[in-house]
């Protein structure tokens, strides 16, 4: 009930782009993880040009993050928001219509590009639209995009007993009813129109080195949130010799979100600087790789070594749930109201990248504690990443680069909340 009532306490905008991320994430997730099978099995395709495929997807996306950013702050959010989900719909329409290599690319493309439009755009308008209630909303936005991300492996499974096709139309019409939800929904707002270019913009967000140290900051948390389709799962499959436990993982991740998010941002929002919380999440999530590294490799019972792992991916999620809200919340602090959109995209690009990196490291290290018998080394590593990702951020809040966020949430006004979430 508190969270239906937080719900109702936002501008129709709001509520309609968490129905938003709640539709993306389910058709997303629908499609994408069944890609790579379709392309070898079906297709027959070698790995080689399934790789390509899915780079070139993830290369659209995460290369133009700043181009959907800016377009959002010169444009307007609503239109970009709009025509990504209009180019996704395009794009796994593709993926359903056609089976030859230029079509897959391009189908690749258009729906890697409609990631980078929305995103940011989503994000921006959000953060414009909430007020001095940000990480509330943007709590909320993990919440609805976890439960599309739950719902749409599960449809997606399903549709795969008829075919793949299947799968992708279904997930074209899902956004094709976002996009004409949003069109007819989602409030128009005046752009006031830009003397300076664009490359003034990215500049400008460029030279901001308080914004890009923390950007790079959020290496740990972007790291460690992968690790939830990579390491965790990888232990669970060989704590359990079960390739099913790697579900479990996610399974525990999505309850953890969906049962302690708004409970958590609602009070931590009562007192203190967001930079506390932030760097006590990325700490947590550190901390979430010790209980694994502590049966990594040991020849016990594999279900009673399960749940380490298990332990584990909920402490990280638990991170996420405290870090996630309070690190959005505090981006568009940076700079001007004009360059959110920019703000955003050159968050996502920075620290996609250095995540990219950052999981260089992880794969690195497992391969090594296999090599060597040291199988405790890739758990350490991550358990490392947070720590140094939270000094980071409690380094910049010490010399006052952060942005100071809204004052502290009276615990008088959560109160109320509190009670009717019992009623």
């Not at 499959?237 to 991740?253: E, F, H, M, N, S």
């Not at 958590?264 to 979430?288: K, P």
């Not at 504690?369 to 010490?398: D, I, K, M, N, Y």
Request: hydrophobic residues 55%.
């Amino acid at each position: 009930m508190g969270t239906w009532r937080e719900i109702r306490g936002f501008p129709v905008a709001v509520r309609l782009l968490l129905v938003n991320q709640l539709g993306v994430n389910t058709g997303f997730y629908l499609l994408i993880p069944y890609l790579a099978l379709h392309l070898g099995e079906n297709l027959g395709m070698s790995a080689a040009v399934v790789g390509v495929v899915l780079g070139v997807r993830n290369l659209s996306q995460q290369g133009l993050f700043l181009i959907g950013g800016s377009a959002a702050d010169r444009l307007g959010a609503r239109g970009v928001i709009i025509a990504g989900c209009a180019l996704r719909t395009a794009g796994f329409a593709l993926f359903a219509l056609g089976d030859g290599l230029p079509v897959l690319l391009a189908a690749s493309v258009l729906s890697g590009l409609a990631g980078a439009l929305f995103n940011p755009a989503v994000r921006a308008y959000l953060a414009q639209e909430a007020g001095e209630r940000k990480a509330e909303a943007f709590a909320l936005f993990n919440v609805f995009a976890t439960t599309g991300a739950l719902i749409g492996p599960l449809l997606g499974s399903a549709l795969l007993l008829v075919d793949f096709r299947a799968c992708a139309l279904t997930a074209a019409g899902v956004f094709a009813v976002l996009t004409v939800a949003q069109a007819l929904v989602l409030p128009a707002r005046e752009v006031p129109p830009r003397q300076d270019s664009v490359l003034a913009d990215w500049r400008e967000v460029a030279g901001d080195r308080a914004f890009l140290g923390f950007a790079l900051a959020m290496v740990g948390m972007f790291t460690l949130e992968n690790q939830l389709y990579l390491l965790l799962p990888d232990g669970a499959r060989q704590a359990t010799g079960w390739d099913g436990a790697a579900g479990l993982v996610l399974l525990v991740g999505t309850l953890t979100n969906l049962t302690l998010q708004m409970r958590v941002t609602r009070a931590l929002t009562t007192g203190g600087h967001r930079a506390r919380w932030i760097a006590v999440g990325l700490t947590l999530m550190g901390v979430a790789f010790l209980p694994p590294a502590m049966v990594a490799g040991s020849s016990s019972d594999g279900w009673l070594d399960a749940a380490p792992v298990l332990a584990g991916a909920v402490l990280l999620h638990l991170g996420v749930v405290i870090a996630s809200p309070f690190v959005m919340e505090l981006i568009p602090g940076f700079g001007r109201p004009e360059l959110t959109g920019t703000y955003f995209g050159i968050f996502y690009v920075v620290s996609g990248v250095a995540a990219a990196l950052g999981n260089t490291v992880v794969g690195w290290a497992m391969d090594t504690g296999g090599r060597t018998g040291a199988e405790w080394l890739p758990w350490v590593c991550c358990a490392l990443f947070g720590p140094a990702s939270a000094a980071g951020v409690a380094w910049l809040h010490r010399r006052g680069a952060l942005p100071p966020g809204p004052p502290p949430v009276p615990a008088a006004r959560v109160a109320p909340a509190e009670e009717r979430s019992h009623a």
